[in-house]
């Protein structure tokens, strides 16, 4: 029977599904391979493929082989290929290949891991997982958690269990019309932090104004006193603080808050404290580099994101706490149709702890990566980041033309192009810089993103990717060297 006949219904036939996957795992095979062929960015415009898909779907069956052509010819290309080693841009998310094995299997097993008796093995597998990356990062047993599919779900989660510990019940009277409240709720980060903390607050009715940002040193990090100061104000002014979000690798330039002191006013306040280590947390798996770290164990939630440095492929983030009742204060609601009766100790229901009911099984990659790595192997990969990225900042600082702006505590530098003997103003010097990263980026072999830093246009090179090696960031340097060397040359 074949799936072009009208008469066939249900799945794709075993054989056929075989065969096919045989093709896309050759595919697979071959991207990763080849990947480092591709232009990392696509030299395409926006609104140039939408055009080269049919303005409908088809309305008979189409061949496998038919689509998997077209995939070659039309998808594949026209990604900005993340997995590309000369990806340095924004931060990385690379997919290792045991990542993708695991991405494979958990899509042919289709869990849903919502409650326990959904999956077993995607419950408990995923409390496995959450205990050996906890184990890993050298935090206490006090910590538990789940996967979530971003950080910015992962913080989301962590404050709305900080606004239930905080007493106001939000989960079940909402926020409106609650005069007893006083004068708003607020909540703290650094100028530098994140924007999914604002967003949270969009989405959790606290509202971008509740957040509070706090000044930073010439260092990027959190000036503790200025906290100390907010929540003093607020508190005064009859608003009512409800956490304080601490971050250990800013997004911007890497920088990291000062969280022993921080966890100090936390305490000395009762609030909620959250550390977003969504891209530098894999770092402290390695016992000698823990120092940016100290005082993280004294968090009441931490955010991680396998996805960024840990090379699983999107989706993964770990939100670790040692207040999981909080957690469930704030999403339990239990339907009778997902009820569980037939046990006298039923085991966890993931969707108790978070805002949606069907999850993904996303502890298989992150078992399947662990294992096939090891943290031995992870950790050298790490370790060889982190030198590559102590190399390139070598290379900056002995240039005179060129300026690192922030300090590397991880693998991420910023730099801008400031050459001696020649007297460009504020604004030339942006411009030049952004338009030597524009050229760097044409250029296609590598890919590199910007910030703005104390009011400056920043290029940022952050390595990350489990491809790169340090002879990429090598043809980074002179690849930007060249784009100075030629920028205003008729
Ligand atoms: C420090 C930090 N926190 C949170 C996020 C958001 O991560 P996600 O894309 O997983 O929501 C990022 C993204 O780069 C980040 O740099």
Known sequence: MRTDDPAHLGDMPPAEFRSAAHAVVDLMADYLENVASFPVFPPIEPG????????????????????????????????T?????GFLAYFATSASGPGILGEMLTAVL????????????????????????RQALGLPVEFDGLLT?????????????????????????????????GAGLRLYASTEAHSSIDKACMTLGLGRESVVHIPTNARFELEPAHLGAAIAADRAAGRLPLAIVATIGTTSSTSVDPIAAIADIAER????????????????????????????????????????WLFT??????????????????????????????RETPGRDYNEYSPQLGRRFRALKLWIQLR???????????????????AFASWVDADPD????????????????????????????????????????????????HTRLSGVFAIRLAIGNIRTEQRHVERAWALLREAAAEWGVP
């Open 48 to 79: 140039s493929l939408r055009p080269r898909f049919p303005s409908s779907a088809p309305e008979t069956a189409e061949p496998i082989a038919a689509i998997l052509a077209d995939y070659s010819a039309l998808i594949e290309p026209n990604a």
């Open 81 to 85: 290929h993340w997995q590309h080693p």
């Open 110 to 133: 289709g869990q849903n891991p919502m409650v326990w008796r959904t999956s077993p093995i995607g419950t408990e597998l995923e409390q496995v997982v959450v205990d050996w990356l």
């Open 149 to 181: 599919d971003t950080a910015s779900i992962s913080t989301l989660i962590a404050l709305a269990a900080a606004r239930e510990a905080a007493g106001i019940d939000a989960a079940a009277k909402g926020l409106a019309a609650r005069p007893e409240l």
């Open 269 to 308: 306040e009762g609030l909620w404290l959250h550390v977003d280590a969504a891209y530098a947390g894999p770092v402290a798996m390695l016992p000698a580099r823990r120092a940016p770290f100290a005082g993280w164990e004294r968090a009441d939630s931490i955010v991680i994101n396998p996805h960024k």
């Open 313 to 342: 492929p999107l989706d993964a983030s770990l939100l670790l706490t040692r207040r999981m009742g909080q957690l469930r204060a704030a999403f339990s609601l239990v339907p009778e149709y997902l009820r569980t009766l037939d």
């Open 372 to 390: 096939w790595f090891g943290l031995e192997g992870i950790r050298a990969r790490l370790e060889a980041h982190l030198a590559i990225a102590e």
């Open 402 to 449: 060129w300026e690192r702006l922030a300090p590397v505590p991880f693998s991420t530098v910023c730099l801008r192009w400031r050459p001696v003997g020649r007297d460009l103003d504020a604004a030339t010097l942006d411009a030049a810089n952004a338009a030597i990263m524009d050229t760097v980026n044409r250029n296609g072999e590598v890919f590199l993103s």
